[in-house]
């Protein structure tokens, strides 16, 4: 069964830093892995996904990576900004098409001014 | 395009009680999702959608929970009778795609339902 962990849990950093949360699943034969965005009382937003044969994926100042091989994501973010803070999720699916997702407890993210 | 749509947004209900929460997924997507998530397990998921037909709901806890999808474009999840430790953040996703056909699209979620069972 597929297991999938972020660390860290919680994260409080001054606003203008750059900073890199960390995603891990079990099973490598993923077809692709998605970072999701939550703010609180609302759903989830999609921020990145990464196919399996790709190594990485950009989207303004966010920067995804993806190593299959050792299980591993990273979520990089530059140049940090308030309106940054949330819960940032990943997610991988259970098979390549529209199947259901096995999601990360999240890190919660707080970008102090 | 309105997203995917749920109703109630809050729920608050005493235990024993039938409850049920509405999707509307988004127009043209034939794949539906209903999750839950808690402090304690985050988002867990229950039961998904092919074409409004069951593909896995290995998910769902117990047989109290049951959901249905009588057309491409309403879903029913519900919960009889209910009990305190159901009370969580329902969320419904939708998208456009098959259970193990190559997808590159992501699931849309809509706000979910806060259910409180006292």
């Known amino acids: 069964k597929q297991e999938v962990t972020q660390i860290p849990a919680a994260l409080s950093v001054p606003e203008g830093e750059n900073l890199v949360l960390n995603c891990s699943f079990t099973?490598?034969?993923?077809?692709?892995l998605q970072w999701f965005r939550q703010d609180p009382g609302k759903g989830l937003t999609s921020l990145l996904l990464i196919q399996s044969s790709q190594r990485e994926q950009t989207s303004g100042r966010l920067n995804a990576s993806l190593d299959k091989s050792s299980g591993r994501s990273t979520l990089y973010i530059a140049a940090s900004q308030p309106g940054d803070s949330a819960t940032y999720l990943c997610?991988?699916?259970?098979?390549?098409?529209?199947?259901?997702?096995?999601f990360g407890k999240g890190t919660h993210l707080i970008i102090q001014p | 395009d309105a997203g995917v749509i749920q109703s109630p947004r809050h729920e608050v209900t005493e235990m024993g009680q039938e409850v049920t929460l509405r999707c509307k997924p988004i127009s043209g997507h034939n794949s539906l999702f209903w999750y839950r998530q808690t402090m304690m397990r985050g988002l867990e998921l229950l039961i998904y959608?092919?074409?409004?037909?069951?593909?896995?709901d290995s998910g769902m806890p117990e047989d109290r929970f049951s959901a249905k999808m009588p057309n491409a474009s309403f879903s029913t999840l519900k919960i009889q009778p209910s009990e305190p430790r159901d009370s969580a953040v329902y969320f419904c996703a939708s998208i456009v795609g098959l259970a193990g056909v190559s997808n590159t699209d992501t699931q849309y979620f809509g706000p979910g339902t806060r259910l409180t069972v006292l």
């Open positions: 997610a991988v699916p259970s098979g390549g098409g529209a199947d259901g997702l096995t």
């Open positions: 959608f092919n074409n409004n037909v069951p593909i896995d």
């Open positions: 099973d490598s034969a993923i077809y692709n």
